[in-house]
T-cell receptor, first 113, second 115 residues
């Protein structure tokens, strides 16, 4: 079975600074996708970024980028130029051939003005 | 625009009562999923469906049931609500185009309190 681990329950970043959220996973599959979801206080789950395992290039979406290390099974999210609206809970998630998502426990990110 | 809606947004019920949470999607997606979210656990899969008349148990299925009679709806039923089922419930759907890695789109969630 696949597992996703987010070991840091909380992080804080100064507005305009950069922060990196960590995630590790375990799987025996060779083809899979990894995701970062954002959950603001509204509770809505918002897809931030996704990475295909077969792609060596790290995914980027505006201020959000990932550092995907397939051999190490690591998938961290970097948020550049942090904004107050980035404050939320962030979940790392994995999906493989069965289309089911396995989530980490999440990390609460606060942004200091 | 296509969307996925859950109702109600909030529900308070008593122990032992049957409760049904609705999930309706207009994406015409094959796959639908139910998760529960609890502090310290992230989101955990309850039940899922790959198409009409198909249902499967997830990680935490005890005390829950689903039925898929059409493409758009996957209602979640708590047969006899227990206090341990107090949680936030999310429904999600994905296209299920044959690849195992299409994006799941989430509803806004239902907060259920069992007293």
């Amino acid at each position: 079975a696949q597992t996703v681990t987010q070991s840091q329950p909380e992080m804080s970043v100064q507005e305009a600074e950069t922060v990196t959220l960590s995630c590790t996973y375990d799987t025996s599959e060779s083809d899979y996708y990894l995701f970062w979801y954002k959950q603001p206080p509204s509770r809505q789950m918002i897809l931030v970024i996704r990475q295909e395992a077969y792609k060596q290039q790290n995914a980027t979406e505006n201020r959000f980028s990932v550092n995907f290390q397939k051999a190490a099974k690591s998938f961290s999210l970097k948020i550049s130029d942090s904004q107050l609206g980035d404050a939320a809970m962030y979940f790392c998630a994995y999906t493989g051939a069965n289309s089911k998502l396995t989530f980490g426990k999440g990390i609460t990110l606060s942004v200091r003005p | 625009d296509a969307e996925i809606t859950q109702s109600p947004r909030h529900k308070i019920t008593e122990t032992g009562r049957q409760v049904t949470l609705a999930c309706h999607q207009t994406w015409n997606h094959n796959n639908m999923f139910w998760y529960r979210q609890d502090l310290g656990h992230g989101l955990r899969l309850i039940h899922y469906s790959y198409g009409v008349h198909d249902t499967n148990k997830g990680e935490v299925s005890d005390g829950y049931s689903v039925s898929r009679s059409n493409t758009e709806d996957l209602p979640l039923t708590l047969e006899s609500a227990a206090s341990s089922q107090t949680s936030v419930y999310f429904c999600a759907s994905s296209s299920g185009t044959g690849m195992g890695w299409d994006i799941q789109y989430f509803g806004a969630g239902t907060r259920l309190s069992v007293l």
